[in-house]
């Protein structure tokens, strides 16, 4: 079963914000349980195919409507 990990008000706190971009992709990516790995392969992707993470972020959000994502 997925979980989610966003905070409650679905942003990083302050002081992890302040970090660089990957950074935070990195913490999400440890968050969510994904390995360091996969997680190297696809991060170039997301940092210069800006289309893909949106098309991947209204998959997610489609699906928490649903409720298939976020139980």
């Known amino acids: 079963m997925i979980k ?3 905070p409650k ?25 994904i390995i360091e790995k996969i997680f ?6 997301m940092l210069t195919q800006p289309g893909l993470v949106e098309k991947i972020d209204s998959a997610i959000f489609f699906k928490r409507g649903k409720g298939l994502i976020g139980r």
């Open 9 to 33: 008000d679905g942003q990083l706190p302050e002081n992890l914000a302040q970090k660089t971009i990957a950074w935070q992709f990195a913490v999400c990516a440890e968050q969510a349980g």
């Open 40 to 45: 190297n392969d696809v991060l170039p992707l």
């Open 4 to 6: 989610d990990f966003a």
